[in-house]
Structures are given as C-alpha cells and as structure tokens.
C-alpha cells in the first residue's frame, strides 16, 4: 500500500489515478481525486495516519465537485460518496460527511425519472441526467440498484431522508417486477420501469444489484424495517442456483450468464464477489441450507482461484469460457488488478477461519508482487499469457484488493463485520439498526429522527 500510495503522491497527486509508466496522472473520473478519496479508508485501518492527513487535507482545500463532466451516478456513488463516508465513519472528522453531502446532491436529479429508476450519467456542474447512448435509453441494472447502502447512510448521518426515499424507491419499484427466479436483465426502462431484452448475469452490469440487496439487510442490523432486501435476496438465491454448472471431468462449479432461456458458458472475474456473498449470507438461514450454500461457496471461490492459478503469470483474465471435456479457457485476457476473487477469500477466511483461504490469497498477492509492481507503482497486464503490462494504477486496487489482501491477514476484530458492512467499493460503513417504524434508527444509541416515506466504468472494459 505505501509503495502504491507514495508513487501517486509523488506523480500524480489530486488526479484520479496514476500511470505509473508514463509517470504521471490521468482524470478518468472527471477530476475528483478518485484514487486519493478511494484510499482514505485504507489508510485509515493501516494506521498510515501521516498520509491520511494528508489527503484530509487535500479533501478539505482542494476537492471540487463543480465541474463540468458527465459522471457515472454508479462509479461516483461508490467510489467518492462510498469513500467519503466510510472515511467519515472511522475518523468522525465532519469535513468528510460535508463533502458527502455535496456530491450525493450533485447525483440526486438522476432518479427524477417517471419510474424513479435512476439514469445513469449526470453533469456535475449542470445536471441534465440521461442514460449512455449504448444502452438503447435504458438504465443499467448494478448501475441503478447498486446506491442504496451510500445514501442510507448519508440520510442517517446527515438526518436528511431524502437520499434514503430516493434509492429505497427503486428497490420499491424493483419488486413490482421481480420475477419467481429474482434474476432481472441487465437493462431497464427509467420511464416505465420495466425490464427489456438483455443479459442476466452475476457479473459486469448485474454484480452489485444482488449484493446490495443482502448488504442493505445487514447494514440495518437485519431488522423488520429491511427484511424485504433479505426476501429478495433469498429469491434471487434461487435463480443463482439455477445458473450453476460444472466441468467435467475437472468438475469446477461456475456461473453462466443467460439470455432469454439460453445459458452461455461464459464467466466474468467479476463474478468471483458471488462466494464471498454466499458465505455473507450462508448466516440467514438454517443450518442445512447455510451449509448447503457456504459449501456452495468454497466450490466456486476454488474455481476463482483457479483463474488465477490456470496462467502462465498466475493472474486471471477478465473472463473465462468453459467447453465441455475440457479446462477452462481465458477469454479476455487482460487482468486489471481487479479485487474480487480476494474479497471472497477475506469473506471465507473470515466466517470459515479456514487457513487455505488465506494461503490462495497469499499466492495471488504474490503474483501481483511479481508482475505488477513496477518502480513507479502497480501496473495492470494487457495479456495474463505474455505478462506485458498496461499503464494504469485502478483506483480500487488500493481501495479494494489491497484494503482485502490486508485485512486477510490481520485480526477479524480490524473492521468486525458485526460492526461494518462493505460497499461494492470495499467501503466499510458502520451497521445502524432501523427501528421499525423507521422513525428511529440508532445510532450509537441516539434517535435520529428519519421519516419514511453496474462492475463499474473502470470495470467494464480495457482503455
């Protein structure tokens, strides 16, 4: 991490994120010191308090969300508003929760649409919320399902319910078309709130919206007042199950994606959160079904780790085809030091205490080690065969694969998950019990007075 942080402060320092072979830095997200506010968090739990203070500072003096780029509502959420908070929620220091609140209120106009889904993409500086022309006007599934942990929080924080009513409503809108299986496609109308024609799939575009259903459940401490997210949640489980299959003879269980009523044997790293998401929510049921699913679990990290292990440099690809009598295949074949194959691990380790999950981990924090890391910081591969480099730091590499790596290896007391729970971004925020008339969430024992009423840019393609 400090070989990571201190080749962005030296090159590129206020920018979004570091290239670290052409030394210097690169505004991918409009400017809005991605990487710096991504860290926070990180930097806090590690102790590295000098370097915290510093980007604090950075924060207090030099961020400035009035600018003029169409930002991801999605990316923005979780990585600047995710980390904003979750810097809030360790340090106390109000400067975070104020920088909070002015960014939430930049991406509010985007959920006023006639079905309250939210578009996609909104100019910080202007408004003008739309959807990318790609999407055929629609709003993208883990980009419109994927905020509400973020502005639960900031409602609770702020004692302001209106970034609560505004992504709770999609959920509400959400369960008026959820199918028997509860998987939803990957595309949905913001105007009529229905689903159209596309893709269902754990991974890019569909990932999140499923996991924060189950984090939105834990993050109100499990109440009456979120047991709608758990329902969901467990119907959705069903669908999942029913996307399983394995390899013969190898036999490794992996995830299709599906179109209409055809599968396709195809798997995206980014799938790799879903064990760890299994293990999270294995603890909701009885003992049978939660040995059923944290087996599940093991079974599907096992082929995660196996992306990684099936490479010449022990990186995985970004995705994986799977043929029938053989092993799998890569199919893209960059690796973009992408966390979720670790975050599943830290998952394991954490609810299983077994050992091996620590000793995967390890290996792939060695083959990032070896391959990545170059003088001027963490570099991705274009091609995981041939090992020849990219020239980009990811933001969530010391958001996500670091912060998980670190915690892999330290006492489950560090953030306890009965105290925290992760956004997508790896942001711990603090677990609040929502009382069930939601007029009074606690908060360290104090009333707040709260009236009811995609993965990702970086990860969806190789620039």
């Not at 990180?42 to 780029?69: C, H, P």
């Not at 990957?186 to 596309?198: C, D, E, Q, R, V």
């Amino acid at each position: 991490m400090l070989h990571a942080w201190t080749s962005y402060e030296k090159y590129a320092w206020g920018k979004d994120e570091l290239q670290p072979q052409t030394k210097d830095g690169v505004d991918s997200f409009g400017g809005l010191g991605a990487t710096l506010i991504d860290s926070l968090d990180t930097l806090y739990i590690m102790g590295l308090q000098e370097q915290f203070q510093r980007a604090r500072e950075w924060v207090a003096n030099s961020l400035d969300f009035n600018k003029d780029y169409e930002a991801s509502v999605f990316e923005t959420t979780i990585r600047v508003l995710g980390g904003l908070l979750s810097a809030y929620d360790l340090s106390g220091d109000n400067v975070f929760l104020e920088k909070a609140r002015d960014i939430a209120d930049r991406l509010l106009p985007a959920w006023n649409t006639p079905s309250g889904i939210p578009y996609n993409r909104i100019n910080l500086r202007n408004g003008g919320p739309h959807n990318p022309g790609w999407t055929g006007g629609n709003s993208i599934l883990a980009d419109s399902g994927t905020e509400q942990l973020e502005l639960i929080a900031l409602s609770q924080r702020t004692k302001d319910p209106k970034y609560q009513q505004k992504a709770e409503n999609v959920i509400k809108e959400l369960r008026k078309i959820f199918p028997d299986d509860g998987l939803l496609p990957i595309f949905i109308n913001p105007h009529t709130g229905t689903t159209a024609y596309s893709t269902i799939t754990f991974g890019a575009m569909g990932d999140s919206f499923y996991e924060y259903l189950l984090k939105v459940w834990i993050q109100g401490n499990k109440t009456e007042a979120v047991k709608h997210y758990r329902e969901m949640w467990e119907i959705s489980m069903k669908g999942f199950q029913s996307l399983i299959r394995r390899t013969r003879p190898s036999s490794f269980a992996y995830l299709c994606e599906k179109t209409g009523d055809s599968l396709t044997d195809k798997m995206d790293e980014l799938a790799c959160f879903a064990p760890g998401m299994l293990a999270l929510g294995s603890f909701g049921y009885g003992p049978e079904e939660a040995e059923k699913f944290l087996s599940l679990a093991g079974e599907l990290a096992w082929t995660c780790y196996n992306f990684y292990q099936s490479t010449p440099t022990k990186l995985a690809g970004e995705n994986y085809f799977f043929h029938s009598g053989e092993y799998m295949s890569v199919g893209t074949s960059w690796n973009i030091l992408r966390p979720e194959t670790v975050e599943s691990l830290f998952y394991l380790w954490r609810l299983t205490g077994n050992k091996t999950y620590q000793e995967w981990a390890w290996n792939i924090f060695q083959a990032f080690e070896r391959n990545s890391r170059i003088e001027t910081g963490y570099v991705g591969l274009k091609d995981v065969t041939t090992g020849s480099k990219d020239n980009m730091m990811q933001s969530f590499f010391l958001a996500e694969t670091l912060k998980y790596l670190y915690l892999l290896f330290s006492p489950p007391s560090v953030i306890s998950l009965d105290e925290w729970v992760f956004n997508t971004e790896a942001h711990p925020l603090k677990i609040v019990t929502r009382g069930p008339d939601e007029e009074k969430p606690q908060v360290d024992g104090q009333k707040l007075p709260i009236r009811s009423h995609g993965r990702k840019v970086g990860r969806l393609g190789y620039d």
